[in-house]
Nanobody, 116 residues
Framework: QVQLVESGGGLVQPGGSLRLSCAVSRILFSEMNMAWHRQAPGNQREWVATITSDGATNYLNSVKGRFTISREPAENTVYLQMHNLKPEDTAVYYC??????????WGQGTQVTVSS
């Protein structure tokens, strides 16, 4: 059974930083595109960032310059480094693995709360 396990969420003050991790198992990590999405209370889930299997990245405009997505093949892990966090970044953050053949897997999510 494919597993995506997120970690690294928590409570941080505005302007602070967090690094989210997503450990992936039982799929061929190197062939998967990886993404982070988030869902704030009362809102629809929104896409945040993607890193393709060959390392190309793309970001939601509101996080550009503050968030960095990366992947570590040796660890089967994808990261989301978040700096200069704002209250509007508060959400449950979800990791996603997908490919062009229709495979699509999600983690259970990790809570990020930005508040003073």
């Amino acid at each position: 059974q494919v597993q995506l396990v997120e970690s690294g969420g928590g409570l941080v003050q505005p302007g602070g930083s967090l690094r989210l991790s997503c450990a992936v198992s039982r799929i061929l990590f190197s062939e998967m595109n990886m993404a982070w999405h988030r869902q704030a209370p009362g809102n629809q889930r929104e896409w945040v960032a993607t890193i393709t299997s060959d390392g190309a990245t793309n970001y939601l405009n509101s996080v550009k310059g503050r968030f960095t997505i990366s992947r570590e093949p040796a660890e089967n892990t994808v990261y989301l480094q978040m700096h200069n966090l704002k209250p509007e970044d508060t959400a449950v953050y979800y990791c996603r693995a997908f490919n062009i053949f229709g495979s699509d897997y999600w983690g259970q999510g990790t809570q990020v709360t930005v508040s003073s």
